[in-house]
């Protein structure tokens, strides 16, 4: 295995709402090697952003809390750190990225003040060096005219450039850790591939481990090694890519990975019958009141008494795929039934 | 062939760009330019294209929601481009729209029952009894329960709202439904309920389908014909089987690299097309693609190429093929 440069153990953050205890992430651990992509996917109220924040110790407070487990960056556990530690580490070894990326730059600063900023506070450097650093960044990104565009404001540039000017600030000061959260979901088909692209580039060169959080499990298959499936706050499936998706072992992953229309998989299949999509029954509980034992069994067609009763195990259920399933021997056979 | 039930041609809408205190025109937004096709009987036309490109004008305009600038709409043989508001009343009948976004798209201070309730009046079915008797029926049609129609939107998740949504536009019985993104703002395993109970309605009631989306798999999945829009025009135009096994346009080519396959087995070198879309407010003059196009030669940059049939059913309009 190659050097480590995160460990999350049993993470739990929580939000008091008005409707009680939200176990937003409930006991979700990993690590991730330099230079390797690790997915989380799942659904909306999954966890997947959640975790991401805490990561980066921006969980608001209150409502949300941090209350258990560890994340390990070289050495330090950054859930113990203080504010002005955690600042040192935020944005300068451990960096991320957003969905809309207009909403989280700056509008009345231009773009190139904005990155220098990053390197100016955490490397220190002088104004002079930080623009240049910075315009050789927007060019890595691939920014055309690079010194022309760090002049220039975030609204002045499109969706696609504001996206690399994001990537370009979070890697200015070359983090270990680059946190992607859903960084293409705004951003039309051709200019997702770009962005993508960027990002796996910058990987393979500054050895930056990705973590990468997105619903779109075309985009998991394509750039990551690894994956983790969350369903409701906590891990239910975890291992390399190739594996998860030749032989998924939870209902639910399987339920997913059957539900999306893939292009080109119908084209031979004239009949009616075989052109229905798999439906997941049912939708996602609400975190504020989830059923006691494992929290996909209201959704389960294999759903047995011990599934509503007992939370099952993450264990490995064959080699390099861990699941959280009573019945992980079950979800194949039934599928090919 | 027998008569479409849609029939578009040579659809325009343009939209005025106005600026400083006398909002004077100064400049033309080409939504749509000159866009025709057809859509028969139990029949989905897939209209996909990256955003700004149109597609919504083009559904909204075809249902005489946004006025056309040029062109005609026959629905059913007849042409309804010029019709008056009250002419114009039979015919709303016949065509209804799914929006994308479940929340916004549903009173939140109204019962679902009489979101649903709603065209029926509208259309002149006055008695209670008799409504609320067809309400519940397409409750039970669509997967929801009739205990449910008294409950309000916010009260249902995103997917039993979209099918509340898709209630409402079956109530008047229609020919046509303009679906624009209707599963964009839902959770996958969602998704795919969506999905199947727009494709199981079609079949049980022949209804006709304009699908705009983005989504290049899901038009694969639901359509029979596909066409391809990039900045106001139909860049191609086939069967779906055609059109995703042997593009023609160097767009339609590119919009299929992009897709990520789910599929680490397959994982392709990708041919990523450069740039950014052009603003449709100054488009590129000959074919509005040349500039992001592998393929671009002199008369691209000046001519515009016309959509033509280059094989039986397979229109693209490019240059070079």
Known sequence: ?337 | MPEPVLEVTGLKKHFPVKKGILRRTVGQVLAVDGVSFAIGAGETLGLVGESGCGKTTVGRTVLRLIEPTAGTIRLEGQDITRLGKSEMRPHRRQMQIIFQDPFSSLNPRMRAGDIVAEPLKVHGESNREVRRERVAALFDRVGLRAAQMDAFPHQFSGGQRQRIGVARALALNPRLIVADEPVSALDVSIQAQVINLLMDLQRDLRLSYLFISHNLAVVEHISHRVAVMYLGRLVEYADKTTLFTRPLHPYTEALLAAVPVPDPATRREKIVVQGDVPSPLRPPPGCHFHTRCLYAEARCRTEVPALREIEPGHFAACHLR
């Open chain 1, 1 to 337: 295995m190659t050097e480590r440069v995160l460990e999350v153990d049993e993470l739990q953050t929580v939000f008091y709402t008005r409707a009680g205890l939200v176990k937003a992430v409930d006991g979700v651990s990993f690590s991730l090697s330099r230079g390797e992509t690790l997915a989380i996917v799942g659904e909306s109220g999954c966890g997947k952003s959640v975790t991401a924040l805490s990561l980066m110790r921006l969980i608001a407070d209150p409502p949300g809390r941090i209350v258990g487990g560890s994340v390990r960056l070289a050495g330090a556990d950054l859930v113990k750190l203080d504010e002005a530690a955690m600042r040192k580490i935020r944005g300068n070894r451990i960096a991320m990225i957003f969905q809309e990326p207009m909403t989280s730059l700056n509008p009345v600063m231009t773009i190139g003040r904005q990155i220098s900023e990053a390197l100016i506070l955490h490397q220190e450097m002088s104004r002079n060096a930080a623009l240049e650093r910075t315009i050789r960044m927007l060019d890595v990104v691939g920014i055309p005219e690079p010194e022309q565009r760090a002049k220039e404001f975030p609204h002045q540039l499109s969706g696609g450039m504001r996206q690399r000017a994001m990537i370009a600030m979070a890697l200015a000061c070359n983090p270990e850790v680059l946190i992607a959260d859903e960084p293409t979901s705004a951003l039309d088909v051709t200019i997702q591939a770009q962005i993508l692209e960027v990002i796996a580039k910058l990987r393979r060169e500054f050895g930056t481990a990705v973590i990468l959080i997105t619903h779109d499990l075309g985009i998991v298959a394509e750039t990551a090694e690894r994956v983790i499936v969350m369903y409701a706050g906590r891990k239910v499936e975890e291992g390399s890519v190739v594996r998860v998706f030749a032989d998924p072992q939870h209902p639910y992953t399987r339920g997913l990975i059957n539900s999306i229309p893939r292009l080109g998989l119908i084209r031979n299949r004239a009949d009616e019958s075989s052109r229905r999509l798999q439906e997941i029954p049912g939708m996602v509980p609400a975190l504020s009141n989830l059923p006691p034992g494992c929290t996909f069994a209201p959704r389960c067609t294999l759903a047995s008494e011990i599934c509503r009763r007992e939370v099952p195990p993450f264990e490995e259920k064959i080699p390099g795929v861990f699941a959280a399933c009573w019945h992980a021997g079950k979800v194949a056979a039934v599928a090919n039934a």
